[in-house]
């Protein structure tokens, strides 16, 4: 019996950490700002860090939409000299004129 007290303590105890970090990591540090708004508080390291993260991963998302169209145009070549020159010339104007002029 008294095992179970102890092994009771023992998990009322981890709970009541556990609802804690919970609550620190739900509630976090939060403040109002001017417009009403909930802004999150950062120290200047942990800024500094968030901005670096969205900076690389707005300059691989550049990176990777700026491969596609070259993508496209290499499948759409590659098909076009399968199917023969005069459709090839036809087709890839038509492209420039919808890429171009859309």
């Not at 120290?43 to 939409?65: A, M, Q, Y």
């Not at 104007?93 to 890429?99: D, E, P, S, T």
């Amino acid at each position: 019996m008294k095992n179970f007290k102890i092994l009771w303590a023992i998990i009322c105890t981890l709970l009541i950490v556990l609802i804690a970090v919970a609550y620190k990591f739900v509630q976090g540090s939060v403040a109002l700002s001017d417009d009403e708004r909930v802004a999150v508080v950062l120290s200047k390291d942990e800024r500094n860090l968030i901005l670096s993260e969205l900076r690389n991963f707005l300059i691989s998302t550049k990176k990777s939409v700026r491969r596609l169209p070259m993508m496209t145009w290499i499948l759409l070549q590659r098909s076009l000299n399968r199917q023969g020159w005069q459709r090839k010339q036809i087709l890839l104007a038509h492209c420039w004129q919808k890429y171009l002029y859309p």
